[in-house]
């Protein structure tokens, strides 16, 4: 699990270089744990529960991809509703021609990715807030040209063929098992990449883009796979949220090219704990205990989410995670490095405290 | 001559595209703030006027000035307190910061006064008057109207930023803020002036907005923010007059698309906004390169 390097000083002595001051081999193993206690989840848990447990895995799904864009590349967009929307018809027009739409989720998402590469190269250009704007002006575009397709439903959208005459439990279970399966992967995507070497592209990015760019770190082709995988995802989450409602509506309350999906992912992130990984699980789980209890209340729990976001974002950057991390350090998914001064190990000393050594945190562009 | 009716009515509407967008421009020349807000806070100072006009019954033309003031305070304050904390804590703040703002206002915006439409009345008999140029020119005296605006606001502003006091401490500051303050320029002082200022042009586009059509919770992202910004990138960013050419362009290109089909109108003004940002993307009117 740790990759580990051994650099010797001028003195003779070994500095160590980890990826966490623990054994992370604990956090692999419960990792794999919940997941299949949550894979066990429709065998145990009333239909109602299992509901809302899709919901909250789409949401993690975009949380964990809206947290890669802005978190750890500084790619700030308010337009990720495009591949999402995207990511629902590229799962309705297959269904429409005969596939069943779960044989279809894989189509979804790498639907989404491969629009991903010429829509970077439309907003590419543009840095920080315009970038933000630009994305949010491609997904009203892209909006428009959906509409203009009366076979597709236009600017109504169709219900989603192919699952008439399914069992409603079967069903439940099954959106269930391909939500899980979408957040899981989203999830293990980013860590994936983050401990590759594009983790330290864009470690070198955030830290000074120029200085990366002129030691060689590829800074254009990092950002566009961060793009092109982020879009990959949002579309995987948006196909699973056409199978849950079993229609595809383009805009209006529910609509999937709605900024409020935008919204909730970037949110649920800032929430939770922007540039790290746990973050987008903490900030989803608060994204669903909010929406749950004011969900009577129409649009309050959009209003007060987004008023814990700004607060977040204003005095606890790093989020509720990173109140924890700050207190705890407790790392489940370690993306950084860790070094060992000489001399230095990794059981706890008699009195206490693990003592100097650097924390190299990966991520979290400014 | 429907085309020539079309180019027309585009550059007509071009001015009201102009006011969406000067504020915007205005925010980022100085602050270097993309305000994702901008949108919704034109909707807010269209509720006001709304609000202003049903709460006192004074005539139309009194609530403007009315209007103009309470969005000017709300900038300054809102500049002094929430958009400096999030300036101080660097752009990627900022940007989610505004982000929250928006999608709080529009959805304050939707609970307290539902999604229905509503329309700002001038009560006189202007805002339905027209003039015809031929047989198939009709012209509305409300667009001409909006568009004279348009150009006494970029007018006005040009003026105040050369040649005011203010003006010229705005652009002091957005030059160099450092040395600014080193001369005992309050940049965060200067900072809420210039918040105050676009803000009242925020206020004026909203309000024109509401006269010639209906505004609604969501009118602020789906038309006004995303319009403002096609017309800054058109024009070019970070220019004032650049703002009315990219407002122009981007009318004329909606009311040529809406010729062709009338579907096609919102699609066309976007195609040509994706087109200037691969072909220009400094703009049509930059003047220096991007960096």
């Given amino acids: 699990m740790s990759a580990m390097a051994d650099t010797t000083l001028r003195s003779g002595e070994k500095l160590r270089v980890t990826r966490s001051r623990r054994n992370v081999a604990w956090t692999g193993i419960g990792a794999v744990l919940i997941v299949v206690i949550l894979a066990a989840f429709p065998y145990y848990v009333k239909s109602g529960v299992l509901v809302i447990m899709i919901q909250g895995l789409i949401v993690l799904a975009l949380a964990s991809m809206w947290n890669l864009l802005a978190g750890y590349a500084g790619l700030v967009s308010v337009g990720q509703q495009a591949f999402f929307g995207l990511g629902a018809y590229f799962l309705l027009i297959p269904a429409m021609h005969g596939l069943s739409p779960f044989a279809a989720l894989p189509i979804a998402a790498i639907g989404g990715g491969v629009a991903g590469f010429p829509l970077w190269w439309l907003v590419s250009r543009l840095r920080t807030g315009y970038f933000a704007i630009a994305t949010w002006v491609m997904a009203a575009a892209i909006l428009q040209l959906i509409e203009r397709f009366q076979s597709i439903g236009g600017g109504s959208g169709l219900p989603l063929p192919g699952l008439v005459g399914y069992n409603p439990a079967v069903l439940t279970a099954d959106t269930y098992w391909a939500a899980l399966a979408v957040a899981v992967l989203a999830m293990a995507a ?62 209006g309350g529910g609509g999937v090219f709605s900024v409020q999906w935008t919204a909730i992912m970037a949110f649920a992130v800032i929430i939770g704990g922007l540039g790290t990984i746990e973050g987008p699980i903490v900030g989803t789980i608060v994204y669903i205990v909010l929406q749950q209890t004011l969900q009577s209340h129409n649009a309050w729990y959009l209003i007060i989410l987004g008023l814990v976001a700004i607060g977040i974002a204003l005095f606890a950057r790093r989020g509720l995670w990173g109140l924890l991390d700050e207190k705890l350090n407790i790392r489940l998914f370690p993306v950084g490095y860790y070094l060992w001064t000489p001399g230095q190990s990794r059981r706890r000393r008699r009195n206490g405290s693990v003592s100097a050594g650097t924390d190299v945190k990966a991520g979290s562009a400014s | 001559m429907a085309w020539v009716n079309a180019v027309i009515q585009g550059i007509l509407t071009g001015g009201l595209y102009a006011l969406f967008a000067c504020g915007l421009s205005l925010m980022f020349g100085v602050m270097k703030v993309v ?26 033309l ?36 505004t982000f929250g703002l928006s999608i709080v206002i529009e959805n304050g915006l939707l609970q307290f006064f539902t999604a229905n439409t509503r329309g700002i009345g001038t009560g006189s008999s202007l805002i339905s008057a027209s003039f015809s140029i031929g047989s198939q020119i009709t012209i509305a005296w409300l667009d001409v109207v909006i568009f004279g605006l348009a150009i006494v606001v970029l007018l006005g502003l040009q003026y105040f930023l050369s040649g005011s006091k203010y003006g010229r401490l705005i652009r002091a500051v957005a030059d160099d803020r450092e040395a600014a303050q080193l001369s005992g320029a309050d940049y965060r002082h200067v900072f809420g002036i210039a918040a105050g200022v676009a803000f009242a042009t925020v206020a004026l586009a909203g309000i024109s907005y509401g006269m010639t059509t209906v505004i609604d919770p969501t009118s602020g992202t789906d038309t006004i923010l995303l319009f403002a910004f096609a017309a800054v990138v058109i024009g070019g960013l970070g220019s004032l007059w650049g703002t009315l050419i990219g407002g122009i362009v981007l009318g004329v290109a909606q009311q040529i698309g809406a010729q062709i089909n009338i579907s096609d109108e919102l699609l066309a003004g976007y195609i040509v906004f994706l087109a200037v940002l691969v072909i220009r993307p400094q703009g049509l009117t930059a003047r220096r390169s991007e960096s």
Avoid: K
């Fill in chain 1, 190 to 251: 980013v860590y994936v990449l983050l401990r590759s070497r594009l983790g330290l592209v864009l470690t070198a990015i955030r830290d000074d883009e120029r200085a990366a760019r002129s030691s060689g770190a590829r800074v254009g082709v990092a950002r566009l796979l961060v793009f092109v995988v982020a879009a990959a995802g949002c579309a995987a989450a948006g196909g699973v949220e056409a199978i849950d409602q079993l229609q595809v509506t383009p805009v």
């Fill in chain 2, 35 to 60: 305000n994702l807000a901008h949108g919704d806070l034109a909707t807010v100072a269209g509720y006001v006027g709304v609000g202003v006009i049903a709460a006192t019954n004074v005539p139309f």
């Fill in chain 2, 62 to 97: 009194w609530s403007v000035p009315i209007v103009v003031a309470i969005m000017a305070v709300l900038g300054y304050v809102l500049q002094r307190s929430l958009l400096q904390a999030a300036i101080s804590r660097g752009e990627l703040i900022t940007l989610i910061v």
